[in-house]
């Protein structure tokens, strides 16, 4: 064997090594090639998606076949490999057993059991119930789908899965993201978020699109793009008031842009706000693309889910951000599928987010909590 492929085959083993005997190491690999999946069928899914294949949930909001597949298939990954931890998924599969579900339902178990069956890529393995012939009946999927019923809580590991986040960015072909992440004892330990449509880098948005976020606690938050696997680093850069903007919701029903203008005017931020869907946007701050997320309640007495925020919220932390809500507490995951009573999501980085928290405190007259 000559030199150079023993110097590459060393390298290899040695950070195969060091990977699996970090902790969370076989949830991070296992997770990244769900995502990976998922990101595939969803891509796969917008370029077919008709008409007749979103339904509107009870809340008004859009679901399609797209968010029920991918959670199908990330539940019976996480299954095969951890089978007595549960999920807190964002969908069930109610509507799919009702027999006006059939047409659904095929699609949804065909595009479920694509994704299964795809070749193995690097990373993948045959244990872990993916590539050729490893297909599952419609009773074991829509079984899978609603796994994603656990109700939360505080102790013990958890997933949480938001197949498609930001369903409305999906349907206008803009920005959305697969996301999941694991808690242990309601402290996220893991999240990974699949963004198939965000620029690889931000300052070639005609550049190649497609990116995977992931962070384990206590070992950075890396970048991965979809086409290949090597990882860069993350850190969040230091702003001052005429570098920084913001990240905020394209729908002003999910979080009010009027509190973040005047938000912005106490700042003394000029640029505008980058508005996107979905928790790209935690992506998007951790790597640096903006210096400040805020999502700030609209009045309607919304309860954010915790699958909205968990993996985020880990990634923007170990790139040396800070996450907290508009009272200045951490996100509380413990308390069940929400977050509770909604003060707000403030996430910046650590030299910012005192003077933002201020500015947030001044805007709308909540207090800090002591
Ligand atoms: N009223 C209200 N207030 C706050 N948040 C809400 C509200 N209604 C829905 N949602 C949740 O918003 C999730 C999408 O968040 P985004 O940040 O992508 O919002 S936006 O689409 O950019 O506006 C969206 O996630 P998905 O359903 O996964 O798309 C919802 O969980
Ligand atoms: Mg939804
Ligand atoms: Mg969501
Ligand atoms: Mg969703």
């Known amino acids: 064997m000559n030199f150079g492929v023993r110097r590459i085959l060393g390298v290899l ?58 959670q199908a298939l990330i539940s019976i990954m996480l299954k095969n490999s951890f089978p007595a931890d549960p999920i807190v998924g964002e969908e069930d599969a109610a509507e799919l057993r009702a027999e006006e579900g059939k047409v659904l339902r095929d699609r949804i178990i065909d595009l479920a059991n694509e994704a299964l069956i795809a070749p193995l890529v690097e990373g993948d393995k045959a244990e872990w119930g993916i590539g050729p012939g490893q297909t599952k009946t419609t009773a074991e999927l829509l ?72 962070a384990v606690r206590g070992q950075g938050c890396q970048q991965i793009a979809l086409s290949g696997s090597s990882e860069t680093k993350l850190t969040m850069p230091t702003f001052t008031p005429s570098t920084l903007n913001f990240l905020e919701s394209v729908e002003a029903l999910h979080s009010s842009h009027s509190t973040t203008d005047t938000i912005s005017s106490i700042l003394g931020i000029t640029r505008p706000p980058i508005r996107m869907d979905s928790q790209a946007k935690y992506g998007c701050l951790a ?50 599928r929400t977050l509770g009573e909604n003060f707000g999501v403030v996430a910046a980085g650590k030299d910012v987010h005192a003077a933002v928290l201020d500015a947030v405190q001044q805007a709308t007259g909540v207090k800090a909590k002591v």
């Not at 990977?19 to 990101?39: I, K, N, Y």
């Not at 609209?298 to 951000?321: C, F, M, N, Q």
Request: glycine share 14%; aromatic share 8%.
């Open 13 to 70: 083993t040695r950070s195969y090594t060091t990977m699996s005997t970090r902790p969370f190491a076989l949830e991070r690999q296992l997770g990244l090639s769900a995502v990976r999946r998922a990101c595939a069928l969803t891509s796969s899914v917008f370029n077919k998606l008709v008409k007749n294949e979103t339904l509107t949930k009870g809340d008004k909001s859009p679901v399609t076949v797209g968010d029920y597949a991918a």
């Open 143 to 214: 079984d899978a789908i609603d796994r994603g019923n656990y109700d939360g809580g505080r102790t013990g590991r958890m997933w949480t899965i938001d197949p498609i986040d930001g369903t409305k960015g999906f349907l206008r072909g803009e920005q959305y993201a697969v996301c999941i992440s694991l808690l242990v004892d309601a402290q996220v330990q893991l999240g990974i978020i699949g963004c198939p449509n965000l620029p690889v880098d931000a300052s070639k948005p005609d550049g190649e699109r497609g990116c995977i976020f992931v």
């Open 287 to 336: 790597r640096g693309d903006g210096g400040l997320y805020l999502r700030m309640p609209t009045g309607v007495g919304y309860r954010e889910k915790i699958w909205d925020h968990a993996p985020g919220s880990l990634l923007v932390e170990e790139a040396g951000g800070v996450v907290t809500d508009s009272r200045g507490q951490p996100l509380d995951f413990g308390l069940g």
